[in-house]
């Protein structure tokens, strides 16, 4: 396989600083990480490369070496094929050496796609995939919280086997049962111990005889299942609920990974969401704006609220029904924020059109004349 360049594959000049390489590693291997790619080998692949160029690139001694001599000093197929090259950094010593660096970055989502690098090329059963679903609520059911089923299809351990495999369990001849290979290389920079996860019993330390047929040797079989979640009062899109253990079996018997329910919100014709609290739109008359009076408002999840509109309001002013928005999460109620519109007909009937021609020419009821400068309206206002 065709080497690339080491400052080509982290996309820094030759002169970047140790700053800009390792920032420029960790955006890659953050995106390329194969927890987050589970099961794509391109992603894979990029991971690995990456993470060679940035082992040679962060220290100044190797990255002295390869400045001059290029992938030659790296110990490759130039440099009597021992040691550094592709095959030899496998993806164990690319997890170890992300981890390394930015295991305390990884945080959250460590623990949300599977914990992988953790459990990888260590002995023993493999921890099963995580599971992603969505679940869209209406404002209603946050409102009062609600408890809803889900169809999930997810690998289950096998019941034909009982999860193991097979029969005749017989421990790993090809690594005594360690889950792990060591492998001691020479390269032009030292020695290097690679160890790397068993081909063989893919790291569970142990093998089968006889695989078995309803799960083909994997221990797990895909099963669809329905499944029952409580959402609790005042959830957010963006707000996940884990169902531990939901999502799929490991193999042979490992532990199962988690059903992650990630909330989403369904838009409501009357209601939007702000926060705790909840906009509404009304329209008043013209005559309750100017002298005040009641307004009845409708209420997420039925019934009425009584609003009285203070005599002087503009349209476009909000008014404020407190706690009657949304619960919250951590206790408390939000607020009904109000913006009241003035309704103007765009058709009228001769009585009204009697009504309001007198009010065309109220002295009272003219706007301010638009373009009056800043010191005339001060002095209409002591005037006034
Ligand atoms: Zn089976
Ligand atoms: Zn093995």
């Known amino acids: 396989m065709e080497r690339r360049d080491y400052y080509e594959v982290l996309g820094v000049p030759r002169e970047a600083n140790e700053d800009a390489i390792k920032k420029a590693y960790r955006k890659i291997a953050f995106e390329q990480h194969p927890d987050r790619n589970p099961g794509d080998k391109g992603a894979e692949q990029k991971f690995k490369e990456a993470t060679e160029a940035y082992e040679v690139l962060r220290d100044p001694e190797k990255r002295a070496r390869y400045d001059r001599f290029g992938h030659a000093a790296t110990g490759g197929a130039a440099g009597g094929g021992q040691g550094f090259d592709v095959s030899g950094f496998d993806l164990a010593d690319a997890l170890r050496a992300f981890m390394r660096d930015f295991g305390g970055d990884v945080g959250g989502f460590e623990d949300l796609f599977g914990g992988g690098g953790a459990t990888r090329g260590g002995r023993g059963a493999r921890r099963g995939d995580d599971l992603r679903v969505h679940l869209?609520?209406?404002?209603?059911?946050?409102?009062?919280?609600?408890?809803k089923k889900l169809r999930v299809k997810h690998l289950r351990a096998c019941a034909t086997c009982k999860g193991r495999g097979g029969t005749g369990e017989t421990v790993c001849d090809q690594c005594q049962g360690r889950g792990q290979v060591r492998r001691v290389q020479q390269s032009i920079f030292g020695q290097f111990v690679n160890i790397s996860t068993c081909p063989k019993c893919g790291g569970e330390?142990?093998?089968?005889?006889?695989?078995?047929?309803?799960?083909g040797g994997d221990g797990r079989v895909s099963q669809s299942e329905t499944l029952a979640v409580k959402v609790p009062p005042g959830v957010a899109a963006g707000n996940f609920i884990p169902l531990r253990g939901m999502g799929d079996a490991g193999p042979r018997g490992g532990p199962a990974g988690d059903l992650i329910v990630f909330i989403e919100e369904k838009e409501h014709p009357l209601f939007v969401r702000d926060h705790d609290h909840l906009r509404l739109e009304v329209p008043i008359g013209f005559a309750t704006a100017v002298l005040g009076g009641p307004v009845e408002l409708p209420l997420l999840g039925g019934g009425t609220a009584r609003l009285d509109v203070p005599a002087g309001t503009a349209s476009g002013q909000v008014l404020r029904l407190r706690g009657k928005g949304l619960p919250g999460l951590q206790g408390g109620r939000g607020d009904l924020l109000v913006r009241v519109i003035v309704w103007v007909p765009t058709r009228v009937g001769s009585a009204e059109r009697k009504l309001l021609e007198p009010l065309q020419d109220a002295p009272g009821l003219k706007p301010p004349r638009p373009g009056k400068s800043f010191f005339e309206r001060a002095k209409d206002a002591f005037a006034g």
């Open 136 to 147: 869209k609520l209406t404002l209603e059911e946050i409102a009062t919280g609600v408890e």
């Open 205 to 215: 330390g142990r093998t089968v005889d006889q695989r078995c047929a309803a799960c």
